[in-house]
């Protein structure tokens, strides 16, 4: 690399740590700052999500007993997973090791501080790797228009991160995508690759349902780029490492099991399983067997079948799905037409970015077929453009796959925005790319 090069690299990424601090840093700022609302609540009224105040409660069990995801009570240690039910372990986790860091017991201050930072984390690190990427107006507009989405409120229970958490889960596919097709120089491909898996397990550990977006995204690319005859042996091992990543929450569980055998056995999955959702998801809409998505429908319908039955344990789970199954092959037609309903809510939603979800999906399907059926990519010299492009239209129809098989409102649809302005900075850095090469007639 000559001197001039390093020059170059440096002068632009002096450009995006500037705009990152002039667009970013002041609402981080702002909300970091405005945390402090909830200082008022920590001693006289509990978070309105139940499981926040089980996470408070197991740092303050961290520092007294020096046990993670755990609760002290009266002498016993119980499994976190046997109060905060069906809940992920991630926020619990890095709310206990702050605690060890501070020396003492979370509050939720810390805790909506927390999602404030792993916010402002997914941002940078999204709009960093596109930067790599040389993909210099996509990660600017990503930049402009990103604290809007990201930073522009906060929340003490887990939902106020997913967006943060599935921008971290894009970084391992575009990473991979970016190594196989020469985007990317080697030392940095595998950077960020590092860094890419590393953000998959957190936001396995945050939040199960985004870490398998994650997993599915990758081996998407995985896939594709075997279609290309791309080595074989490298992307074998990135999708052996993502499950791995995945299953993440596993392994800490069975490590402070293998820690701590005073424990109290669990009885319950420390995260939310999938077949539950599944199976109440089908009561969203009217439907003939009257199911409601609600928990205690699910419990209700386990203890007629087996009052034995503990909510939420693996064999709760198991039950799930084995009714779940059964409604499949009882009425296919009648499943269909709940997926087609609830698809429908979401694509008729709109988004914070103005249009409906379904306007922006079908312009970004249009728009990325398009452009690689004429290879425009390469012709504007816009390579970076395409894996950019299909990973964000990839999670949209995650995003939208979620919407049909669980819920679909905003809440959990919302961090599908930032997949939007990522395919609208693409859009637009095309769009700028192709006038500069059309000459004027005179």
């Known amino acids: 690399m000559t001197r001039k090069t390093i020059t170059t690299t440096a002068l632009r990424w002096l450009i995006f740590l500037g705009a990152a601090a002039l667009l970013v840093l002041a609402p981080f700022e702002r909300t970091f700052r405005d945390s402090a609302r909830y200082s008022y609540l920590t001693d006289i009224m509990p978070s309105d999500w139940i499981a926040t105040n089980i996470w408070l409660d197991s740092s303050a069990c961290t520092l007294e007993r020096g046990v993670w995801l755990a609760l002290c009570e009266g002498g016993r240690l119980v ?10 372990p991630g926020h619990a986790l890095l709310l206990e090791l702050w605690s060890i860091a501070v020396s003492r017991r979370a509050t939720l201050v810390d805790v909506a501080r927390l999602n404030t930072l792993v916010d402002t984390i997914g941002l940078l690190a999204l709009a960093g790797l596109v930067f790599a990427l040389r993909a210099y107006v996509t990660s600017l507009l990503l930049l402009w ?3 809007i989405l990201y930073l522009s409120w906060m929340g003490t229970s887990p939902h106020w991160s997913y967006i ?8 391992l596919p575009l990473a991979l995508a970016a190594k196989c097709l020469k985007l990317l120089g080697r030392k940095a491909a595998w950077t960020w690759m590092a860094f890419g898996i ?6 396995s550990l945050m939040r199960e349902s985004i870490g398998l977006m994650g997993l599915l995204v990758t081996l998407g690319a995985i896939a594709l780029l075997a279609m290309r005859r791309r080595r074989m042996l490298p992307l074998a091992m990135t999708a052996l490492l993502a499950i ?6 596993k392994w800490v569980v069975l490590a402070r099991d293998a820690a701590f055998p005073a424990i109290q056995p669990a009885e319950r999955v420390a995260t939310h399983g999938m077949s539950h959702t599944l199976y109440l998801g089908l009561g969203v809409v009217e439907n003939k067997w009257g199911i409601r ?6 419990a209700a319908t386990a203890a007629a079948i087996d009052p034995a039955i503990v909510f939420c344990s693996p064999e709760y789970f198991r039950l799930m799905g084995r009714l779940y199954l059964a409604r499949w092959l009882e009425d296919p037609i009648e499943v269909v037409r709940i997926y087609g309903a609830k698809a429908w809510l979401l694509l008729t939603s709109y988004t914070m970015t103005g249009p409906p979800f379904g306007v922006w999906l079908l312009l970004g399907l249009v728009h990325l077929l398009l452009a690689s059926w004429t290879r425009a990519w390469w012709r504007l010299g816009f390579p970076q453009g395409l894996p950019i492009e299909a990973i964000a239209v990839g999670f949209m129809l995650l995003f ?5 098989a669980a819920l679909p409102s905003q809440t959990y649809a919302m961090p599908a925005n930032a997949f939007i302005v990522l395919m609208l900075g693409v859009i637009v850095e095309f769009v700028v790319r192709l006038l500069l090469r059309v000459r004027p007639a005179w």
């Open 400 to 404: 939208l796959a979620q919407a049909m």
């Open 164 to 171: 943060g958490l599935v921008s971290l889960s894009a970084l």
């Open 198 to 203: 590393a953000a998959t397990a957190l936001a």
């Open 293 to 298: 998505y609600d928990d205690d429908y699910g």
């Open 145 to 147: 228009l990103g604290p």
């Open 244 to 249: 791995v990543a995945v299953t993440t929450p």
């Open 79 to 88: 499994p976190i997973s046997e109060r905060a039910i069906a809940d992920d």
